[in-house]
């Protein structure tokens, strides 16, 4: 980035109420002449970097943790372009929905209408807010097998799960899951 630019930035961010009060907050990377820590990163410039929305990104360190890493994915059969443990260490998913700094959702949006049908508690995070209301606690394995066991059609349980694979596949919510769901819709 041009020195004058970064300067006019810095400048701009550092009288307003969104720069960092501690060194904690900072963005930063490390690791060296080969950087492989990126920390406290908006998680749209990690998606438009990494392809993950992640505040933390975290590179493999040595040839070592990567070989027993994809040992260990290849031993579950994980697809190498559904999952970001075939490239990164760790990640720390993060929407920009829940990001302090670049949320472009209003803290006073409000939810149209969001349905639970399952007899469990806990608590909900949707467009960045935490809520307390009944959850749903099934494995994708078991929607899945739900799906085959009801009584909709083959056309409808085919679509249910076309779109069941597609919201798996979609770059946030394979982000947060951090990749379990590979495989698990056929």
Not at 2 to 17: H, I, M, P, R, Y
Not at 70 to 87: A, C, H, N, T
Not at 89 to 98: C, D, F, G, N, R
Not at 147 to 154: L, R, T
Request: negative net charge; glycine residues 6%; charged residues 25%.
């Amino acid at each position: 980035m041009d020195k004058s630019l970064d300067d006019a930035l810095a400048q701009k961010w550092e009288a307003s109420d969104l720069w960092p009060t501690n060194y904690d907050e900072f963005t930063s990377v490390s690791g060296g002449s080969i950087p492989n820590c990126y920390f406290n990163f908006c998680p749209e410039v990690s998606f438009g970097t990494f392809g993950v929305f992640a505040g933390v990104v975290i590179r493999f360190f040595d040839s070592i943790d990567q070989e027993s890493r994809f040992k260990q994915l290849s031993k579950e059969g994980v697809k190498k372009e559904k999952d970001w443990r075939w490239k990164y260490q760790w990640i720390e998913p993060l929407h920009y929905s829940e990001c302090e700094y670049y949320s472009i959702l209003s803290s006073e949006q409000a939810l149209s209408q969001v349905n639970f049908n399952a007899p469990v508690s806990g608590q909900v995070n949707v467009a960045g807010k935490t809520i307390s209301s009944p959850v749903a606690n099934i494995s994708l394995r078991d929607l899945e097998q739900r799906i085959d066991q009801s009584d909709a059609s083959d056309e409808q349980k085919a679509e249910a799960k076309s779109r069941l694979k597609q919201f798996l596949e979609y770059p946030v919510v394979a982000a947060i899951i951090g990749g379990l769901s590979s495989g698990t819709v056929t």
